[in-house]
């Protein structure tokens, strides 16, 4: 959306430009539009990849308590799955974007049956296993948080269950836009 604004106003400059430029015979100013118009195309494509964007495909809200959870999978066609923990608060003004933005973070990977601290802000990359696994993880400050998956929990029988086994399930669920294999 913000691209297209931005495209949207170079082409009015651009436009413009050509209008203050009406001195100059009428095809150099319009070349001269053309290839301003063109370095701007260029300079908006230059910023927007330099501000990457990680795909995922499901979010899931959870009020979490201290403590250590486990995260249950049954088969998995992928070898991994990246997963990322967002704690909630008046800091996250746009999750969905700020969900993409941990996805293309450096991750950690997480082998089955072992245990690892969730800090908030981080992403990991899960091993998965063709039959089924366990992975734990802790939390180590109560609150509400999202658990961004590359996957959604579907695609692998992911649940989560607390250290009584009781499974946890989502206050609010998103699902990603634009996300494609």
Known sequence: MKRKKLLALVLALGVGFGFVGCSQPAQESETQVAAESEKAEEEIASKVEEHAH????????FELEKGKYMLHFGASEDETMDIGFI?????ITD???????LMVTDKDMIEQDSTFDAKPDFAYTLE?????GHIYFTIEEAGLYAIVTEHFPQESNMQIFDSNRVEMLPTAEHEAHGHSH
């Not at 999750?95 to 933005?101: E, T």
């Not at 998965?128 to 089924?132: L, P």
């Open 87 to 91: 704690k909630l608060g008046d800091n």
């Open 95 to 101: 999750l969905d974007h700020h969900a993409s933005h």
């Open 54 to 61: 990680g795909e995922y495909e499901w979010i899931g809200e």
């Open 128 to 132: 998965m296993n063709e039959d089924h």
